[in-house]
Structure formats: C-alpha cells, structure tokens
C-alpha cells in the first residue's frame, strides 16, 4: 500500500507545478533526441554522397587512405541510421508489453555503433596490411582534393550533434563518429601531401594505420559505457552513495534498503527504494518533494519510493504485512 509513487499530481498541493515535469523530459538532456532529427537527416544524405565520391576516387587513384576513409564513412551513415533510428524509437509511448516505451533502444544503438566502428577497423586494417606488403602509387593530389572535403562534411556533421554529445550516449556515438572521420581526413590530407614531398609511398597505409588507432581509441569509450548501460550500471551522472546518504538523512527515515538506480534510456535515470519510516506514511507531499529533489539534484527522472514502518515486513515478503 504504501507504494508511494511520483506520478500522482496532488491538485491541492502547491508543489504541483514543480511536479509537472519531474516525470518527463526535465533535466534538459532528455529533449536531446527532438532537436537532433534535422542533423540526422542532413548527416546521412551529406556523407552517402561523400562515400560514393571517396570511393570511387579511392579505387581510382589507388590511395588506400582514401578506400579506408570511405569504408569508415559508410559505417558513418549505418551508425547514422542506427543513432537516428533508437532516438525515434526512444520517443514511442509506453504499451502494455514495453512499459517504459522503447527509450533503451538508444543504449542497444550506442552499442552497435561501437560494433560498426569495430568491424570498420577490421575492413581498414585487412587492406592496409595488403598494402604495406604490396604497394601502389597513390595519386597525393587526389587525396588532398577529395579528403578537404570529407574535413568540411564531417566537422559540419559533428557540430550539429555537439550540443548533445554530454548527456546523450547516443548522440555521443554519432558525435564521435563524425569527429573521427573529420580526424580521418586530415589524416588522409597529410599523407597526400607527404606522398607529394617525399615520394614515399609507403605514407599512404602508415597513415590507414594511425587512422584506425584513433577511431579504435573512441571506439573503446562507447563501447565500454553501453555495455555498462546495458548491464543497467548506474549512469556516470549519478554518485549512487550521495544518492543514499539523501535517502537516508531524510527526516523519519529509519533506514534504507533495496535501492536500485539504473539507466532507462541513454538521457533518463530511474529509482526505486524501499524507506523504513517507523513513524507511519509521510504522506503524498512528502514524496513528490523526494521526487523533485532527485530530478533537480541527481538527474533522475522516474523515482518510486515504497515507505514501511518495520524493516522486518520486507522479509515477510508481503507489503500487505507492513501496513
């Protein structure tokens, strides 16, 4: 019974306006996947166009660097889809099966992104490895041209998902995405130049090489904190212990037990505690203060609070026993 909730407003309570947004997308991370679908657009038409082109230039002109970009920019596009997919999905209503809507997809796209960002290091590194042993005389004023414009795409893609990048995992796949096919053509550009100075054709793979111990460096960031998310490890953002000694340093509560924290989505944290308040029900006010105080505090957005009055009703197994 004593199952209080956030979700009821209390009309006669003048924290009812505060509580509104409590429950929704209040802490300013949460409105991340609304703003971003222009940028994802934009993003995956820019850089299909740019793949073609790099590509086929590649092939051409035999720069490897060039084939190793375009190979990274078409995961680029699939990270894109992916990205802008579960950003979409994470704005679907709750229904009876998915009660929390479909916001976790944007953990499960964060990690696939890292996937593809993998398996674009092992396409790269299989045909540079072929280069090194066999060389070709790559075309360094090719490479210039065509890797200055991947720079101007990429960096113009990047920065549209920069402003998300802090507090949405997802957004930050398709950032550093982007980041690191920019980082991709300069790379590309120097070898070019190099190659021009020097002769050296050797440049061309050395530099493939570089490439891919940069995005593999990135790679291992997204990798590491979806699969934590995933395994609902409690978000970067929030400091569960601070999170306890507020719980616990409430007035009337006794102790503090079976408190979860988890991530629901890559912007949206949830809570569940059990709070021993010998003293009885503080009542609906009491809650949504909690509520309100995570929300503004902690960034946690979901929390459910069940009061008991005796520690030892939870052992009983039934709440009905605490009442």
């Given at each position: 019974?004593?199952?209080?909730?956030?979700?009821?407003?209390?009309?006669?309570?003048?924290?009812?306006?505060?509580?509104?947004?409590?429950?929704?997308?209040?802490?300013?991370?949460?409105?991340?996947?609304?703003?971003?679908?222009?940028?994802?657009?934009?993003?995956?038409?820019?850089?299909?166009?740019f793949v073609i082109v790099e590509a086929t230039y590649g092939f051409l002109s035999g720069s490897m660097a060039l084939v190793a970009d375009a190979g990274h920019n078409l995961s680029d596009v699939l990270g894109l889809l992916i990205a802008w997919g579960a950003s979409v999905a994470a704005k679907r209503p709750p229904s009876t099966r998915f009660t929390y809507g479909l916001k976790s997809s944007t953990i499960l796209a964060a990690f696939a992104n890292g996937i593809l960002l993998l398996i674009a290091i092992g396409a790269i590194l299989f045909e540079t490895v072929h280069r090194l042993i066999d060389p070709v005389e790559p075309q360094g004023w090719t490479m210039i041209w065509v890797a200055g414009i991947g720079i101007v795409i990429n960096t113009a893609t990047a920065l549209m998902f920069m402003r998300g990048r802090k507090h949405d995992l997802n957004i930050r796949g398709a950032f550093l995405h982007m980041a690191a096919d920019a980082l991709v053509s300069v790379g590309v550009v120097i070898a070019g130049v190099a190659i021009l100075l020097t002769g050296y054709v050797v440049i061309d793979p050395l530099v493939s090489l570089l490439i891919v111990a940069v995005i593999a460096w990135g790679t291992w960031g997204l990798l590491k904190d979806s699969i934590r998310m995933g395994l609902l490890g409690v978000p970067d953002t929030v400091d569960s212990d601070s999170v306890r000694d507020h719980l616990e340093g409430l007035e009337?509560?006794?102790?503090?037990?079976?408190?979860?924290?988890?991530?629901?989505?890559?912007?949206?944290?949830?809570?569940?505690?059990?709070?021993?308040?010998?003293?009885?029900?503080?009542?609906?006010?009491?809650?949504?203060?909690?509520?309100?105080?995570?929300?503004?505090?902690?960034?946690?957005?979901?929390?459910?609070?069940?009061?008991?009055?005796?520690?030892?009703?939870?052992?009983?197994?039934?709440?009905?026993?605490?009442?």
């Open positions: 019974m004593g199952a209080g909730h956030n979700h009821h407003h209390g009309h006669d309570h003048d924290h009812d306006h505060h509580h509104g947004h409590s429950h929704g997308l209040g802490h300013g991370h949460s409105h991340a996947p609304k703003d971003f679908g222009r940028a994802f657009a934009i993003g995956i038409v820019l850089n299909t166009a009337g509560v006794a102790a503090v037990h079976d408190l979860h924290i988890w991530p629901m989505s890559t912007t949206e944290t949830a809570l569940t505690a059990h709070l021993v308040m010998p003293g009885g029900h503080p009542g609906d006010g009491f809650l949504r203060n909690l509520a309100e105080k995570l929300r503004h505090d902690h960034g946690i957005v979901h929390v459910t609070v069940q009061v008991e009055q005796d520690r030892e009703c939870a052992s009983l197994g039934s709440e009905g026993d605490c009442t």
